[in-house]
């Protein structure tokens, strides 16, 4: 839920809810209408006073995950059913020197005659 439905939904007055999270009746409005981002710091202030109604997700959903990596670890456990994902990045193997050498052609590797004999 955004600050904007649950100010509504709870009936609660904007300026009632500023000065629970300690900041100015204005700030809160530019943060309501998408004026201006919610500032980091007060992302869980605003949280704790919904009773988590709105979360720090739903704050700042395009860096949530990086301003607090322990919600990135909390989310939703896998399931059974869910392919386990392969060793390195997001189903790429981890790599080896044979696959380094399997990405380009021989010719283009510096130092390497394809045609020399040992």
């Known amino acids: 839920m955004d600050l904007k439905n649950?100010?509504?939904?709870?009936?609660?007055?904007k300026a009632e809810f500023a000065r629970a999270i300690n900041v100015s009746a204005a700030l809160l409005h530019q943060w309501i209408?998408?004026?201006?981002?919610?500032?980091?710091?007060?992302?869980?202030?605003?949280?704790k006073q919904t009773?988590?109604?709105?979360?720090?997700?739903?704050?700042?959903?395009d860096d949530w995950h990086k301003?607090?990596?322990?919600?990135?670890?909390?989310?939703?456990?896998?399931?059974?059913?869910?392919?386990?994902?392969?060793?390195?990045?997001?189903?790429?193997?981890l790599p080896?020197?044979?696959?380094?050498f399997d990405t380009v052609p021989l010719r283009a590797a510096v130092g390497i005659d394809v045609g020399a004999k040992p």
């Open 96 to 100: 080896t020197t044979n696959a380094i």
């Open 6 to 13: 649950y100010l509504i939904e709870s009936d609660t007055k």
């Open 33 to 47: 209408e998408g004026i201006r981002p919610v500032a980091i710091q007060h992302c869980p202030a605003i949280e």
């Open 67 to 93: 301003i607090w990596p322990d919600l990135a670890a909390a989310q939703v456990p896998r399931r059974a059913t869910d392919p386990v994902p392969a060793p390195g990045h997001a189903g790429r193997q």
């Open 51 to 61: 009773g988590g109604k709105v979360t720090r997700k739903e704050l700042r959903p």
